[in-house]
């Protein structure tokens, strides 16, 4: 009964370990030793029968049973649930249009028929009186004819179409409230080669030490729409007092100018961000003394390069010419010295130790390009010349040989000349003002002036020839007034005094528009520039003029 037990539990276990093992892995086939009815007495007695001692089952045996094969039903599961879908985008919606271009004609138009002019029949017989009057004048009118081809009357006239001014007005009062608060003059003044564009320096001409007070350089636009006479185009801010300055001739932007401190500066006015173009520096071939002219010459070979001239109380008259990294460079020099002056010259013995003749103005011949004269501290102009091979005697340290440029010696004025203007008009006429109130006549020619005449009990600051009229010129006096002479009607007298500033403060500068002619402007020690607008009796050229400037060339010779 109890074997019989033993097998009934043997057979419940067994069948309960398959169940198991087959609810375990459902989705894989796995093998497995079949266990049959018959078989699991087997496997209970084979446990009983490894078992040593009483009550331990013996040890399982190995035994290989057939395969089993489950198979998996989830695949076929999802098999059966799959759906297939699929989806659309909204329709787009098309249309086509079509457009035609408008309708055109053409048409045509035919002028009217011309209609044959009449041609009256010439008669075939002459008119014996018109032949005998056309044979009797025939003579005295082909003379007249040859007479006037043969004249000059004319030449040199151009048509003036503006309309005729009787006066001279002041068009524009211009100035720089920064400048003029600090007590600034206007030193030296400049038009453009478009004639639009007017330039001014600032500094002062009464210092007598080396000044160190920040100076400008102003410029206005006359033509801009809306001129602010207070508020300049450009203002150029510079370390030194500028003492002078000049447009280029031709780069309407460029201007050259001259400092207290013995600098050359260029500037270029369209970068008013970073306007310096070059400068000498400060170097054993910089002036040591005030730079008081500056001037653009073309270069011999080149007419279109220019270089810049400038002049000192130093004694020396440098030619600059531009190079890169902004520099200017030394490229002819000339130095006066006492001892190469001619020996009619009457000149003061220098102090010891000092043997230059201070340069205090300069003008070029238009005829000549290297004729030039000087107006120097000692009252003497000096004619001069860039071809000059003579070295100077002097000791002063330079990059370039130094040569010695004086040719001729004028008769001096009674004290330093300021300013000198070489006629435009003749070859061997020019002007000189000096602190002795005198304007002198020169000719090349001859060490006496043609003419003197005393234009002010105090002094001449500037002297400039007309462009336009051989026969006028205009000067700027200590009295505070801009005086414009024409010779044609009076030789001793101004022919109109403008007063310039009210209070006779000085006017030291002055310069005629030499493309605008009936532009004139005039720079005081207010720190003050004002255009003066002139009639039309001082731009326009009378008959005989020429002829008139050359007769009083001959006649102050003789």
Known sequence: MEAQGATVTSQRWTGALGRAVAMAMPLSP????????????????????????????APLLDETLGVVSVPSQWRGVQGIRGETKSCQTASIATAEASAQAQTHADAQIQTETPEPVAVVPVSQHDNPRLVAFLQRVEAMVTRELNKNWQSHAFDGFVVNWTEPQQTVSCLHTLGYPPAQGQGLHVTSISWNATGSVLACAYGRLDDGDWSTLKSYVCTWNLDRRGLNPRQPSVVVEVPSAVMCLAFHPAQPSHIAGGLYSGEVLVWDVSRPEDPLLW???????????????????????????????????????????????????????????????????????PPRGETEVGVTAVAFSSFDPNLFVLGTEGGFPLKCSLAAEVLALTRMPSSVSLRAPVQFTFSPHGGPVYSVSCSPFHRNLFLSAGTDGHVHLYSMLQAQPLTSLQLS???????????????????????????LFDLQKNSQKPTVSIAQTQDGSPVYCLEFNSQQTQLLAAGDAKGTVKVWQLSTAFTEQGPRETEDLDQLAVEGAT
């Open 30 to 57: 796995w093998s497995l030793r079949r266990a049959g009815s018959a078989g699991a007495p087997a496997l209970a007695a084979g446990r009983a029968g490894g078992v040593k001692g009483p009550g331990r089952p």
């Open 457 to 483: 009990q105090k002094y001449l600051f500037a002297v400039r020839w007309s462009p336009v009229r051989p026969l006028v010129f205009a000067a700027a006096s200590g009295e505070g007034e801009v005086q």
């Open 279 to 349: 400068r000498t520096g400060l170097t054993d071939d910089t002036h040591t003394d005030p730079v008081y002219q500056v001037l653009w010459l073309p270069e011999p070979r080149h007419s279109h390069h220019f270089q810049v001239l400038s002049v000192a109380t130093d004694g020396k008259v440098l030619l600059w010419q531009g190079v890169g990294a902004g520099q200017l460079q030394l490229s002819k020099g000339f130095a006066l010295v006492v001892q190469q002056l001619p020996r009619s010259t009457k000149v003061k013995k």
